[in-house]
């Protein structure tokens, strides 16, 4: 049945929302109150680098809203909200998002509507921010307002996440939310037995991931330690058909999900009292790699005449991940400012990201065609691997003077 439907957020998970829910047929408004962000899609031109132009104008063609005014959000049938859910520097969660998302839609859903949190969180938010809040309104949960969850699972960079075609979770407050989340979804859903389980396997997911690369990560020093090449290792690892995931070591994760999302679990569970040694452990292995990696550069840079700390240093790629524009805590960022701490001169280099990227103290710039710049400098970090420089690798390693990979195992 086609639907009015709401998406708040229009990030790298929210747009890509509208664009499936726009495919199913509803009537799709997209809404944010970064009206920079709206001016552009209005003007047909993306802020993504994950979503083109040409969707966009298909979008506006298929008569989809995109507006930061929000009387035009008012009795709508769905509401999914696709808001940040960041840490601070304590790494503490932060729901201010998603607070003003409630705020802001409370006054404004009517009855029958369903209200879909999709940003990823500890286990009993929904309930704490979303039902107590209607309740409080007086709205019966489940009979003339539905409260479901049904986590994001966009990998940027990654084509195949953008598919609808992605397995989806979905709980609801009650059977009846559930009933409706599913039949809004339709198929590739996954249903589970209640809120908490849906957000903590989210969670989950990504929590995965840091444990195992932080493995990775240990694995990297073990191998520098007894001179062999982690690539090697892992790629003999890679050879058996089961029980076996390949993982990498790098810089430090980036993103917003990984380096984010396990703190959400650890901060839960410390207010309740349970110690996660196996996450915090990973967590510290994670911000370990910096200084790691920095000493292997100081390592190379010795055996140069210059003293480190006179070098001047290009760094190339400065984005979170690979093929990907967003510079989102990049590790890459972090190198930079420890370089610069050392009084050391870094210019950094990416042709990739975007334009809209979230802001950044430091000075980005691109490369020339034929990277002759990079002959002035003392030493060359290639800090990701962008199939744009991939390309033409063996030139950048013949104009640096000293070259140090970030990129290979």
Not at 256 to 263: E, L, N, Q, S, W
Not at 304 to 320: D, L, Q, R
Request: overall charge negative.
């Amino acid at each position: 049945m086609k639907k009015e439907v709401v998406v708040i957020g229009l990030g790298y998970v929210g747009l890509p929302s509208v664009i499936n829910h726009v495919k199913k047929r509803h009537k799709v408004i997209g809404f944010d109150v970064d009206k920079r962000k709206v001016d552009m899609l209005n003007k047909g031109i993306s802020p993504l680098d994950t979503v083109s132009n040409e969707t966009v104008q298909m979008l506006q063609e298929k008569g989809t809203i995109f507006t930061y005014d929000a009387q035009q959000i008012v009795a709508k049938d769905v509401y999914i909200i696709d808001v940040p859910t960041p840490i601070d520097k304590n790494k503490i969660p932060d729901l201010s998002y998603i607070k003003s998302v409630v705020d802001l839609i409370k006054n404004k859903v009517k009855k029958g509507s369903l209200i879909i949190l999709e940003s990823t969180t500890y286990p009993g938010t929904t309930e704490d921010y979303l039902v107590a809040e209607f309740s409080n309104l007086d709205y019966q949960i489940g009979v003339d307002l539905f409260i479901a969850y049904s986590p994001e699972r966009i990998d940027p960079g990654n084509t195949q996440s953008l598919s609808a075609k992605i397995p989806r979770i979905v709980a609801g407050h009650t059977d009846k939310c559930l009933a409706e989340v599913k039949e809004f979804f339709g198929s590739h859903v996954s249903s589970v037995p209640n809120l908490k389980t849906a957000e903590l396997a989210k969670l989950y997911e990504n929590t995965f991931r840091l444990v195992n690369i932080a493995l990775a990560d240990e694995l990297q020093k073990i191998s520098d330690n007894l001179d062999i090449k982690v690539g090697e290792v892992l790629e003999a690892a890679a050879t058996k058909p089961f029980g076996f995931m390949k993982f990498t070591p790098n810089l430090g994760i980036g993103g917003h999900c990984i380096p984010v999302d396990p703190y959400y679990l650890t901060w839960l569970m410390a207010d309740r009292g349970v110690e996660t040694p196996l996450i915090d452990t990973a967590g510290k292995i994670n911000d370990s790699m910096l200084d790691y990696y920095l000493e292997k550069i100081n390592h190379l840079a010795s055996k140069s005449k210059k003293e480190f700390t006179e070098m001047i240093v290009a760094v190339i790629g400065v984005t979170y991940k690979k093929n990907v524009a967003d510079i989102r805590m990049s590790s890459v960022i972090s190198l930079i400012k420890k370089l610069k701490e050392k009084n050391i001169t870094v210019v950094a280099y990416d042709d990739v990201m975007h334009p809209y990227s979230v802001s950044t103290d430091e000075t980005i710039v691109t490369l020339e065609p034929d990277y002759q710049q990079l002959t002035q400098y003392d030493l060359v970090i290639y800090a990701v691997d962008h199939d744009i420089y991939e390309d033409k690798k063996n030139i950048i390693i013949d104009k640096s003077q000293l070259f140090y990979d970030l990129t290979t195992v």
